[in-house]
């Protein structure tokens, strides 16, 4: 045999051992499932995360949006997503802290590993609080953005006045969070400021535009709102607006939607506080791939941050980044 054609053999089997390895690691690459909570630009933007860090990895992700919130219709979804019996991993917001710990707790017991986006399961406490479970909590502080947004609205109506809540759901961390900051720093800090209530829109915008209308009518001398998440804002803004209002009565809005920026250009809404959707969908998928990996000192909660948006900082670009960019919006 000729010197080069053992050289061509000696490659040719090196490489043909090298192959059923590749194969190997690839199939070995976790796959997960992302169930965020409901249709809209705030879960957009996390998905657009969610298959960023999926495409750098080269891991597979199904996704299931669910067309509206709630237990009822996020449960179904995620036990199709466990019969399917091909997930190692789900990346999920739960719809209720408490409701959701059972069809959860029964994915866990089907093999599959869960974390948490943007809500979390019990008090959130993964490490000593009464759900253990998920591997991480990937999210805002909620309450400290609802204290944010309450030093906001007061400093727009001056520390003094009337100023009502309109949230979409109780019993859901994050937005229970944000009116629990809100109402903490109302009542110590602002004796001249009274939060005369909160409504719940069931995330609907239109049911918000409503409710706030009706306060609007009932209590003339409202002096604010504080919208706690993108429907919830979105509605205020409208029904101050549809009131004649915008500019008189202050809108502090939650998640940086186009919408709640042009409310900002106009003057309708003071400020806009924008969460990092992305870096929650992002560090999720990197943090089920470490724990693929073997990673064992993962932190139980991550705190993302936020961008405050005002009217002085908007066209910054190092704030406009975090404005919620949709495709095709
Ligand atoms: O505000 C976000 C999210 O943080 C919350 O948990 C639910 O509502 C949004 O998705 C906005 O609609």
């Given at each position: 045999m000729s010197k080069r054609l053992a050289l061509v053999l000696v490659s040719t089997l090196l490489l043909l051992s090298l192959v059923p390895f590749a194969a190997t690691a690839q199939d070995d690459l976790p796959k997960i499932g992302f169930l965020p909570g409901v249709v809209d630009p705030f879960y957009q933007v996390m998905q657009l995360g969610v298959e960023k860090a999926a495409a750098s990895l080269g891991i597979e992700v199904v996704t299931q949006i669910p067309p509206t919130w709630g237990v009822e219709v996020q449960t179904p979804i995620l036990d199709a997503m466990v019969a399917r019996g091909d997930l190692d991993y789900i990346i999920t917001a739960p719809t209720d802290k408490d409701q959701m710990i059972g069809p959860l707790q029964a994915a866990v017991d089907a093999g599959i590993r869960v974390i948490t986006v943007d809500t979390f399961l019990g008090d959130g406490d993964y490490v000593n609080g009464p759900v253990t479970f998920p591997i991480s909590y990937i999210g805002s502080d909620n309450v400290e953005g609802g204290r944010i947004a309450a030093r906001g609205l007061a400093e727009a109506i001056g520390g003094t006045?009337?100023?009502?809540?309109?949230?979409?759901?109780?019993?859901?961390?994050?937005?229970?969070?944000?009116?629990?900051?809100?109402?903490?720093?109302?009542?110590?800090?602002?004796?001249?400021?009274?939060?005369?209530?909160?409504?719940?829109?069931?995330?609907?915008?239109?049911?918000?535009?409503?409710?706030?209308?009706?306060?609007?009518?009932?209590?003339?001398?409202?002096?604010?709102?504080?919208?706690?998440?993108?429907?919830?804002?979105?509605?205020?803004?409208?029904?101050?607006?549809?009131?004649?209002?915008?500019?008189?009565?202050?809108?502090?809005?939650?998640?940086?939607?186009?919408?709640?920026?042009?409310?900002?250009?106009?003057?309708?809404?003071?400020?806009?506080?924008?969460?990092?959707?992305?870096?929650?969908?992002?560090?999720?998928?990197?943090?089920?791939?470490?724990?693929?990996?073997?990673?064992?000192?993962?932190?139980?909660?991550?705190?993302?941050?936020?961008?405050?948006?005002?009217?002085?900082?908007?066209?910054?670009?190092?704030?406009?980044?975090?404005?919620y960019q949709v495709p095709g919006s």
């Open positions: 006045g009337k100023v009502y809540i309109n949230s979409t759901n109780p019993n859901v961390s994050s937005v229970e969070g944000r009116a629990a900051g809100f109402n903490e720093v109302m009542a110590n800090e602002y004796p001249n400021i009274e939060v005369v209530g909160i409504d719940f829109n069931l995330d609907s915008q239109e049911t918000a535009t409503t409710q706030t209308a009706a306060v609007l009518a009932r209590v003339p001398d409202l002096a604010g709102v504080f919208g706690t998440n993108v429907f919830s804002a979105g509605g205020a803004g409208t029904a101050v607006v549809n009131a004649g209002l915008g500019g008189e009565v202050q809108v502090v809005a939650y998640d940086a939607t186009q919408q709640a920026i042009e409310m900002l250009r106009a003057g309708t809404v003071t400020m806009v506080l924008a969460q990092k959707p992305f870096d929650m969908g992002y560090l999720a998928v990197q943090f089920a791939m470490a724990d693929a990996d073997g990673v064992t000192s993962l932190p139980r909660r991550v705190e993302t941050g936020f961008a405050i948006i005002t009217i002085d900082n908007v066209d910054d670009p190092e704030v406009a980044r975090f404005i």
